[in-house]
């Protein structure tokens, strides 16, 4: 299933990793709604289209961008949610588009859709990888 999303991700995109604390959605919650913020992302009638541009964002950037949701559970329960997108930007500005899209996009809209406790906070930093070569 996360091999799909990746199918349509533009060529020169960067992987960039966010990690939060698990919640009370399941994993494939979580796909099904990233999947959903991500596609709305190509309707420029979308509020997230909207909310986007007033954030400043470059919507191009994020357009076909691929998402997986990975667990890794320590025992019972989920534990770490991961959630990698890709993204097409310099890496200079990389981190601070990741940190945006997150924090005022993504985050807001699953636990709108999932439940307040549906994902934890962010538990590491954003981790940016890839090469500018790629």
């Known amino acids: 299933m996360a091999e799909e999303g990746r199918e349509r991700v ?3 995109a960067r992987e960039i990793t966010l990690t939060f604390e ?21 309707d420029p009638e979308s509020d997230v289209v909207e909310a986007s541009r007033a954030q400043g964002l470059d ?8 998402v997986r949701v990975e667990q890794q ?18 890496a200079d ?12 996009i993504i985050y807001p809209r699953i636990k709108s859709a999932l439940g307040a406790d ?13 090469s500018e070569e790629k």
């Not at 919507?59 to 691929?66: E, H, K, P, R, S």
């Not at 025992?75 to 949610?81: A, C, K, Q, R, Y």
């Not at 500005?93 to 005022?104: G, K, M, P, Y």
């Open 10 to 12: 533009m060529p020169d």
């Open 22 to 42: 698990g919640g009370s959605a399941r994993v494939d919650e979580l796909q099904v709604t990233l999947r959903d913020i991500i596609q709305a992302f190509s």
């Open 59 to 66: 919507v191009a950037d994020i357009v076909g961008a691929g």
């Open 73 to 90: 559970a320590a025992g019972f329960g989920v534990e770490t949610v991961v959630i990698v997108l890709l993204l097409k930007k310099a």
């Open 93 to 104: 500005v990389l981190e601070h588009i990741a940190d945006q899209v997150s924090d005022d």
């Open 118 to 130: 549906a994902l934890g906070d962010k538990s590491e930093p954003t981790e940016i990888g890839g």
